[in-house]
């Protein structure tokens, strides 16, 4: 007699069981499900996020500590100045992002405004259990941001890439400035990862020698397409969520040294954001 198979709720509960309590932009917000999963299963002691920006992602590895019951710190690493993708911040999102974390997750959020460079400095070697690289995306400052953080990944780390799925057909010329695709491939063949497709793709890498086999499982798990399409169809029930609230997009200016290019293409990616929900700003 053949065994019943679990439903995708059983087998991933804390993606089906939590929901979202910040979305402010859409450009990330179609990996919260997979976050929420891979959080309570990994039960890292401390996050560190680079490229917090408006803090949907941030938020929601907070939630997931939060309600994981975690003795853990996340911790979002940003300048909110802007980069050559996005163009420059207001400082109302700094402000914003801040003050709802500091609200909602007391003892849980530390937002750490400094290059990433200098930031690495302020955390020990071996310290880090779950690193995501989510700042400028051109391959230099990628590999330099992996390479950079390395030796503060503890034995149980593991490594989050965005946007590993941004191409000039879905984003445009935009795209031609995006290395995230091609590092993660030249890294991934050296330890058991994942990837996701949709919403600018995600890049899983589990690098620690002794990282919790229920978080390894997802490995395994994954290479049933039935994994990463239940993903995807959660990301975009997250997407339309978004979209039903109508919260307006951040507001970019241009990037000095970049001109009128880098506010064409910020006006363009949002009008993608708008169109494609949550598959939308690689950034």
């Known amino acids: ?15 089906a069981r939590l929901s979202p309590r910040l979305l402010k932009s859409p450009w990330w917000i179609g990996h919260i499900p997979f976050a929420y999963e891979l959080i309570a299963r990994q039960r890292p002691r401390s996050i560190v996020e680079l490229g917090t920006y408006s803090g949907s992602s941030f938020a929601a590895f907070c939630q997931a500590v ?3 019951g975690i003795e853990g710190m996340c911790h979002g690493v940003d ?17 914003e992002i801040s003050g709802y974390v500091n609200a909602t997750y007391p003892g849980i959020a530390v937002l ?9 400095k302020d955390f020990a070697p071996g310290s880090v259990d779950l690193l995501h690289i989510d700042g400028t995306h051109t391959y230099e400052a990628v590999s330099n941001d992996y390479h950079t953080w390395f030796a503060n990944l503890s034995d149980r780390g593991i490594v989050l890439f965005h946007d590993t799925n941004v191409t000039v057909q879905n984003a445009g010329e935009a795209a031609l400035k995006f290395g995230v695709r091609a590092f993660f491939d030249e890294v991934k063949g050296r330890y058991p990862h ?24 997802l490995v ?9 399409k239940y993903f995807a169809q959660k990301g975009a029930a997250v997407s339309r969520q978004f979209e039903a609230m109508g919260v307006p997009l951040p507001k970019h ?6 001109g009128s290019l880098a506010a064409r293409a910020v006006g363009k990616l949002r009008r993608i954001a708008r169109r494609l929900l949550g598959n939308a700003r690689p950034a």
């Open 1 to 15: 007699m053949d065994t019943p198979v679990a439903s995708p709720e059983a087998r991933y509960p804390w993606a």
């Open 66 to 68: 939060q309600e994981a």
């Open 79 to 95: 300048l909110w100045a802007g980069d050559i993708h996005m163009g420059t911040f207001d400082e109302a999102l700094y402000n």
């Open 112 to 120: 750490v405004r400094k290059d990433f460079n200098e930031a690495a």
């Open 194 to 217: 994942l990837e996701f497709e949709h919403c600018w793709g995600l890049g899983v890498l589990f690098v620690g020698k002794n990282v919790p086999a229920e978080a390894l499982e």
């Open 220 to 228: 395994e798990a994954a290479k049933d397409p039935s994994f990463r």
């Open 253 to 258: 200016g241009a990037y000095p040294g970049t």
